[in-house]
């Protein structure tokens, strides 16, 4: 395979020009495209949800700023919007994607994933089904919200055939990195690498594999179904030609709730690396987080139907589904002990990913207690579709994802580019988005538990202030990413030159060249002991 | 055990990079192969389900249906798929043998199977288009003279589970057309026939799920 170019000495410089960028098959420039373009969908994502939080600033009744989005449906279609690319294009592929695709052969010793040409094909398939829904925005804007329920999505004009369309590509791209995934974990390890001693950040990307390879194609034919719906009125979930609307909820959130942990099991993982690595300490319980991870992959199979509470279902199903889902509570917390117990006796250093993962471990216990609160059957039944559920997801998944993945760039940020970013301004962004994520989400439990119905575009003047609060939330957030967004680009310009393991990690990525060689190692690595070998 | 591969001379052309023996490669490859091939189970497995529940719901309905479809054809067409299957099966073991020529032969009679496959599945859908048994809210009751209000339901399915099975055929029939020009083209050898046999399990998936789907549609009821 040898090419005539002029070789560099790391993946970047490895070949020059764009087209050898689209036409790579390394695993590490891959995970840089992702990271570019799951970066400019955050973006865009943000921009929406700013809007929305414009909009709730006031009750329309107001003579101010309560009008910012011109009526429900311009209000509707920018919340559709925000959930679809948030949830679509940033969540689920962000970690698996951008570090996962970096780290996972770095991590076990690997030249590439297993097969290098179908982890590009991916990318392709992201951007092919990223650009159909953004096309849709020029034509009818959808507007049926992310889980496009029937039958509204069937009655509605809008490109919700397209958008679905466009979700199934994207579907098809998660699959593929999946399956990369599982075979580069089975075939491709270093000699003496066994499985129990794989970075834990693997163990979660595994466990997210799995769950990517069985819970996809369920959503990829429910979301093919809803468009032959659209075109043919097939009747699968028409009430009118004797199908069943509810039908379609119970598959989609077959897929869909498994998705919620395709989003937070890699978030766990770089938990897991943080907290042993700053804390200078092996950490607590390794096989009980790893197997953790396939326990909240299994047990998340069996939980759809906590969204179904309120849908008719009977009563024992609700039951069932009720207990079940307090089960995924147990392996969750196995992990968050484990952390705590890890920095027992540590000597706890607090750099900005260490920061950011606390922020994680603060964020998602907030998140995980909700989340028992709405399994809750009765709970459920008063909170079910109110901003208490919104509140509840965004400490899961933002709280959750988003913070693990800024962790995750920091810490890794030095491997990945060999520079060293500004300390003080990462810090600055973690308290900016900290304080500021409470100050957005932490209200809108309240404005749930008031009452305030989720959706709705325009609210009585008792939720007013909370939302106020709510609001000026959302400016702190903006302030700490913008501050996230100059640390990466400072220390891209100007970043001192990293050394290979500045932060004394002992797992395989840090043995190699920062940034490392196309090959990933000089010399192929053999491996001696567990992962985490601090004392 | 790695490092003397080089020596042997087997990291060839068709062992990639990251590889370090053929076995490694082809394990590997095998493994994907299968992975992908249990998400196309999962995939067409929901929409069994929801054929078992609205079955379940509706059985005079279904019933009225099934009647409704030619079981000749279907049976015919059952017939062809799984000689396909056969054949695709012998020109594996070929290519592992070096019997390039054969293996020719027996990858152009699949694809043709395929070919006769969809010329029947071809005039079964302008019959039905023919009677106007439409699928969903196209079928007209009235006009048909269906006894069961939704029988548009039942076509919904068939149409759905047979086209989305149709599209895997031509699928398919372009993979091992692909596999049949490598193999012209020498690629494949004893040595090295991983594509041959990843497609080869494809096309069995898409015959597999054409066995389940015949009786459901053609025969229940």
Known sequence: MAKTTAHGDNYINFEKGIWSWLTTVDHKRIGLMYFITVMFFFLVGGIMALLLRLELFAPNAAPNVGQILANGDVYNQVMTYHGAIMVFMVIVPGIPAILGNFFLPLQIGAKDVAFPRINLLSWYCFMAGAALAIATFFTTKIDTGWTFYTPYSIRTGTATAMMVLAAFIMGMSSILTGLNFIVTVHKLRAPGMTMHRMPLFIWSLYATAILQMLATPVLGITLLLLAVERFLGIGIFDPKLGGDPVLFQHFFWFYSHPAVYIMVIPAMGIISELITTFSKKVIFGYTAIAYSSLGIAAV???????????????????????????????????????????????????????????????????????????????????????????????????????????????????????????????????????????????????????????????????????????????????????????????????????????????????????????????????????????? | MSTDNTAHGAHTAHVAHHFKTAEQQYSSGKEGIWLFMLTEILMFGAIFVGYALYHNEYPAMFAEGAKSLDWKMGFVNTLVLIFSSFTMAISISFIQKNQQKKAVLALATTVLCGAIFMVIKYFEYQHKFHLGLFPGKFLDVAKVGAEHANLGLYFGFYYVMTGLHGIHVLLGMGLITWCLIRTIRGDFHSQYWIVVEGVGLFWHIVDLIWIFLFPLLYLVG
Do not use: C
């Not at chain 1, 509570?329 to 196995?334: C, N």
């Not at chain 1, 920095?343 to 900005?352: A, D, E, L, P, T």
């Not at chain 1, 060689?517 to 491996?527: Q, R």
């Open chain 1, 300 to 535: 998340s199979f069996f939980v759809w139907g906590h969204h179904m509470f309120v849908s008719g279902q009977s009563e024992t199903t609700g039951i069932i589904f009720s207990f079940l889902t307090m089960l995924v509570g147990v392996p969750t917390a196995i992990k968050m002990f484990n952390w705590v117990a890890t920095f027992y006796k540590g000597s706890v250093s607090f750099q900005s990913p260490m920061l950011y993962a606390l922020g994680f471990m603060f964020l998602f216990a907030i998140g995980g207690v909700t989340g028992i609160m709405l399994a809750t059957l009765p709970i459920d039944v008063h909170f079910h579709d109110t901003y208490f559920v919104v509140a509840h997801f965004h400490y899961v998944m933002v709280g959750g994802t988003l913070m693990a993945l800024m962790g995750g760039y920091f810490y890794w940020f030095p491997k990945m580019f060999g520079k060293m970013y500004n300390e003080t301004t990462a810090r600055i962004s973690f308290v900016f988005i900290f304080i500021g994520f409470n100050v957005t989400f932490f209200p809108q439990f309240v404005l749930g538990a008031m009452g305030m119905p989720r959706r709705y575009f325009d609210y009585i003047p008792a939720y007013e202030n909370l939302n106020k609060i709510s609001t000026v939330g959302s400016w702190l957030i903006l302030i700490g990413f913008l501050f996230g967004l100059y640390t990466i680009v400072q220390g891209l310009l100007k970043g001192e030159k990293a050394p290979m393991n500045p932060w004394g990690s002992k797992t395989l990525e840090w043995q190699t060249a920062s940034p490392p060689p196309h090959d990933n190692f000089s010399v192929e690595p053999v491996v001696t002991a567990g992962p985490y070998e601090y004392r």
